[in-house]
């Protein structure tokens, strides 16, 4: 079955840029998306397929994907970014989520 | 504006059955493709089962067998029956909607707990 690997955790400090990747086989053939999601609450979309931003959702996130490993980069960073981060892509009618990355902001 | 609110969940014995539903609004269930996803306490996203447009239904190894998805049309729900639960089942369920063709979930639900336990 298909994985996708993500880091477990990146620190970055307030207006810097937070990077998390996701990595799979061939991942850039695929489509990529990501969520965040703060606790206690339900996942958000906050980037679709590889590099679009769903309506309300800031510039500051963005995203690619190529060869092996996609990337979500959220450029000046700011407290309310604090969130678990699931990258996840489709392969064949299975739904495959990354394991989350938590974005801590210190 | 799209919403889905689910229900069912509760604290069930293992062995036992459970059903949950999720009640949607300002879209057609029927018209969409429609998913539940699960997440275990202080773990990660976990996909559980998907149902299309058309009808055909996918889930995840974990489940399979166990796990049976619907919809209601008439009321507008997305429904999972949930037989032969496991402790490992615990988890917080999410009803979302799927973008068809492209695979990914616009829309969530806020979640109801399932609990596996003696």
């Known amino acids: 079955s298909y994985e996708l690997t993500q880091s477990p955790s990146v620190s970055v400090s307030p207006g810097q840029t937070a990077s998390i990747t996701c990595s799979g086989d061939?991942?850039?053939?695929?489509?990529v998306c990501w969520y965040q999601q703060k606790l206690g609450q339900s996942p958000i979309l906050v980037i679709y397929?590889?590099?679009k931003r769903p309506s309300g959702i800031p510039e500051r996130f963005s995203g690619s994907n190529s060869g092996n490993t996609a990337t979500l980069t959220i450029s000046g960073t700011q407290a309310m970014d604090e969130a678990d981060y699931y990258c996840q892509t489709w392969d064949s009618h299975t739904f495959v989520f990354g394991s989350g990355t938590r974005v801590t902001v210190v | 504006d799209v919403q889905l609110v689910e229900s069912g969940g509760g604290l069930v014995q293992p062995g036992g059955s459970l059903r949950l539903s999720c009640a949607a609004s300002?879209?057609?269930?029927?018209?969409?493709?429609m998913s539940w996803v699960r997440q275990a306490p202080g773990k990660g996203l976990e996909w559980v089962s998907v149902i299309y447009s058309g009808g055909s239904t996918y889930y995840a190894d974990s489940v399979k067998g166990r796990f049976t998805i619907s919809r209601d049309n008439s009321k507008n729900t997305l429904n999972v029956q949930m037989s032969s639960l496991r402790v490992d089942d615990t988890a917080v369920y999410y009803c979302a909607r799927v973008v068809g063709s492209w695979y990914y979930f616009d829309n969530w639900g806020q979640g109801t707990l399932v609990t596996v336990s003696t």
């Open positions: 397929q590889d590099f």
């Open positions: 061939k991942l850039g053939d695929k489509y």
């Open positions: 300002g879209f057609n269930v029927s018209s969409n493709y």
